[in-house]
């Protein structure tokens, strides 16, 4: 039977084989993260896949929305409680969850991505974290009683509005607390009017400055709350 260490080498060694692999350290407050990934998303883009069903390597990037939430996020206490990430991409957002102390459940439309966010998990000296391939279109029902949902940029079309917002209403306990980051996107608009005939209360929580190589990006934490929980 092969050792922790041997398995994850092994791991790294099929991504290297089958991705050109970076790593980039994302700084956070008083803590650091190593997150490997593709060196370019755009080399992953595949005409077949996306005529299929509109793919594109999205969860290949990290984006300032996800900088911006697993910041937050390392300030919760998280010890005891269950959180789930819906689009965890190459999972900074749950490892920064994982470093709080919650036990995470981290989703993805992309095998691929599941597989970054465990062995990034294992990088960085994290319990690597249960993970699950979800189609929000059908959205699996044993997902539920979440003391903490996080989901960063995902709304960035239109048509995925009512779909997050169906997923936070499935997944979120009583008592309990969605995060969702977004870049100050025109499609994000829709995301309130859905949380309303959700029954869901929404307020933006705080806005955070990210500093990209190109420009700094303002990104707009969400809080939502089931309505008659507050």
């Given at each position: 039977?092969?050792?922790?260490?041997?398995?994850?080498?092994?791991?790294?060694?099929?991504?290297?084989?089958?991705?050109?692999l970076a790593t980039t350290v994302v700084d956070?407050?008083?803590?650091?993260?190593?997150?490997?990934h593709p060196r370019s998303a755009d080399t992953?883009?595949?005409?077949?896949?996306?005529?299929?069903?509109?793919?594109?390597?999205?969860?290949?990037?990290?984006?300032?929305?996800?900088?911006?939430?697993?910041?937050?996020?390392?300030?919760?206490?998280?010890?005891?409680?269950?959180?789930?990430?819906?689009?965890?991409?190459?999972?900074?957002?749950?490892?920064?969850?994982?470093?709080?102390?919650?036990?995470?459940?981290?989703?993805?439309?992309?095998?691929?991505?599941?597989?970054?966010?465990?062995?990034?998990?294992?990088?960085?000296?994290?319990?690597?974290?249960?993970?699950?391939?979800?189609?929000?279109?059908?959205?699996?029902?044993?997902?539920?009683?979440?003391?903490?949902?996080?989901?960063?940029?995902?709304?960035?079309?239109?048509?995925?509005?009512?779909?997050?917002?169906?997923?936070?209403?499935?997944?979120?306990?009583?008592?309990?607390?969605?995060?969702?980051?977004?870049?100050?996107?025109?499609?994000?608009?829709?995301?309130?009017?859905?949380?309303?005939?959700?029954?869901?209360?929404?307020?933006?929580?705080?806005?955070?400055?990210?500093?990209?190589?190109?420009?700094?990006?303002?990104?707009?934490?969400?809080?939502?709350?089931?309505?008659?929980?507050?």
């Amino acid at each position: 039977m092969q050792d922790g260490l041997s398995l994850w080498r092994d791991v790294a060694d099929d991504l290297s084989r089958r991705f050109e692999l970076a790593t980039t350290v994302v700084d956070l407050p008083g803590k650091q993260l190593k997150i490997v990934h593709p060196r370019s998303a755009d080399t992953l883009i595949s005409e077949e896949e996306f005529l299929r069903d509109e793919r594109l390597p999205y969860w290949a990037e990290i984006w300032p929305a996800a900088r911006a939430l697993a910041g937050h996020v390392l300030s919760l206490p998280g010890a005891g409680k269950r959180c789930l990430e819906l689009g965890s991409g190459l999972g900074l957002v749950s490892l920064a969850a994982l470093r709080a102390g919650y036990d995470v459940i981290a989703t993805d439309y992309y095998a691929e991505a599941l597989e970054f966010t465990r062995f990034n998990a294992a990088l960085n000296g994290l319990r690597v974290p249960q993970t699950r391939l979800v189609d929000w279109r059908a959205y699996p029902s044993d997902l539920h009683s979440m003391d903490l949902i996080l989901a960063a940029d995902v709304l960035y079309e239109t048509q995925l509005s009512p779909l997050v917002v169906a997923a936070i209403d499935r997944s979120l306990s009583p008592g309990g607390l969605a995060l969702v980051a977004d870049p100050a996107r025109g499609s994000a608009e829709r995301f309130w009017s859905d949380c309303q005939q959700w029954n869901l209360a929404v307020s933006r929580n705080l806005s955070v400055t990210v500093n990209t190589e190109h420009l700094p990006i303002e990104v707009r934490l969400y809080e939502i709350r089931r309505a008659n929980s507050e």
